[in-house]
């Protein structure tokens, strides 16, 4: 990939939110919700590269109608977080494995791959800007949304010539309030999430647009979160509406499905697996069927089952649900291994805990 050098000029908000009210919208900030002032932009052309990088004030965009973006979904995100840490510095964690992500998405979507060099710089950048809006609260961070969309104007098919890439930052508290909380799925039947040679491995809105008809019906059907069955054989788990999957057993290993190209390569569950096996644990990436799933956690070979993912990090799975059947894993609560994983991720990222792998990244 070519070297480009880009400096993001800094374009202060000629009117930003006033620090008592920020301070009162910090207090509960929910997830996704509270806005920082800035974003990082920057632009690509055919012809030019990457260029006019800045930290700007966070304004609606002015789109043209025709934009590719809005009939061919060329579109990509990444989402990470930015952390305080326990002696007041700021870190975020493993942002070069959002990097790669990001541009290998980027290279499935047929557009421009962005130096990392620069992906870093954008949220560092914005998060040393916006470092008054990192919430005080329990479990509190700062979440970043880094996407590319396709602007070019211009209604042929074809990838564009013209791209937009941006950084959001939202301030957020604890994905579950009180501690993480196990939560119902539902497996779908129906619906599939991603089909062998498609986009699964990619991290595009499209992705998440077929998944939520599915969503809404578990919902409906009074479940927190569906989980899908692969596309070909609707008998192998892959993964939730957002999150990687893994089982824990009796014996204390632990299985999660393949990265076939099919799921997300979450970089939360590629931490759990490296954790897992610093601690001797056996871990397997193999296949796991739904028909095994009932009749492990039938018989009890099955103790506990969890999700992963930036936004909760890591969630317990209590109950499982299908067209024809229901099971509880364990005892329907959060399981000793689940905890575990979710507090030593956790103690990691705040710095509270030894980072063996150089996981962290502190910017100030």
Known sequence: MEAFS???????????????????????????????????????????????????????????????????????????????????????????????????????????????ELFLESVEQLVLQEREWMPTVEGGSLYLRPFMIASEAFLGVKPSAEYLYMVLASSVGAYWKGGARAVSLWVSHDYTRAAPGGT??????????????????????????????????????????????????????????????????????????????????????EPYSIDEWRADAASGRLIESFACGTAAVVTPIGRVAGPDYEFTIGSGGTGQLTAHFLERLTAIQRGRSKDSHGWLRRIG
Request: hydrophobic share 40%; charged share 25%; net charge negative.
């Open 200 to 285: 699964g491995a990619a991290k595009c809105g499209g992705n998440y647009a077929t998944s939520l008809v599915a969503q809404q019906e578990a919902i409906r059907r009074g479940y927190d979160q569906v989980v899908f069955l692969d596309a070909a054989e609707r008998r192998w788990i892959e993964e939730l509406g957002g999150m990687n999957i893994f089982f824990v057993f009796e014996d204390g290993s632990l299985r999660t499905p393949p990265l076939t190209g099919t799921i997300l390569p979450g970089i939360t569950r590629d931490s759990i697996l490296q954790i897992a096996r610093d601690q001797g644990l056996i871990v397997q990436e």
């Open 6 to 116: 880009v400096n993001f000029a800094f374009e202060p908000h000629p009117s930003p939110v006033p620090a008592n009210e920020r301070a009162a919208r910090l207090v509960d900030p929910g997830f996704g919700r509270v806005f920082t002032d800035h974003m990082a932009v920057m632009h690509y052309s055919e012809g030019r590269g990457w260029h006019d990088g800045r930290i700007s004030q966070r304004v609606p965009l002015t789109m043209d109608p025709a934009s590719s973006v809005l009939h061919y979904a060329q579109e990509i995100f990444e989402g990470l977080k930015a952390y305080r840490l326990e002696d007041g510095g700021l870190a975020l964690f493993r942002p070069e494995a959002n990097a790669r992500r990001f541009n290998a998405s980027a290279q499935r979507m047929a557009m421009p791959e962005l130096p990392e």
